[in-house]
Nanobody, 117 residues
């Protein structure tokens, strides 16, 4: 069974930084696209960033220039470095394995990021 565990969330002042991590169980990680999503209260879940197995990266317009996604296949881990954080970045952040899959996407439980103004 594939499992994803996020960590690194917390409370930070506007303009601050956080680094999120997501560890994926099993050997499937290295051949799959990974994504970071977030969901704020009363809003739909949105894609923040994605990274393919060949290191192709995409970002949402709202985070371009501030966030950096990366992966370490040897550690089965995907990271999201968040800089210049804004209050509107406040959300529960989820990592996802194979977010564009036709059959099944695997999700973590989420880690809370709160940015105070």
């Amino acid at each position: 069974q594939v499992q994803l565990v996020e960590s690194g969330g917390g409370l930070v002042e506007a303009g601050g930084s956080l680094r999120l991590s997501c560890v994926v169980s099993g050997s499937i990680f290295s051949i799959k696209t990974m994504g970071w999503y977030r969901q704020a209260p009363g809003k739909q879940r949105e894609l923040v960033a994605s990274i393919t197995s060949r290191m192709t990266i995409r970002y949402a317009d709202s985070v371009t220039g501030r966030f950096t996604i990366s992966r370490d296949n040897a550690k089965n881990t995907v990271y999201l470095e968040m800089n210049s954080l804004k209050p509107e970045d406040t959300a529960l952040y989820y990592c996802a394995l194979d977010p564009y899959a036709v059959v099944r996407t695997y999700w973590g439980q989420g880690t809370q990021v709160t940015v105070s103004s």
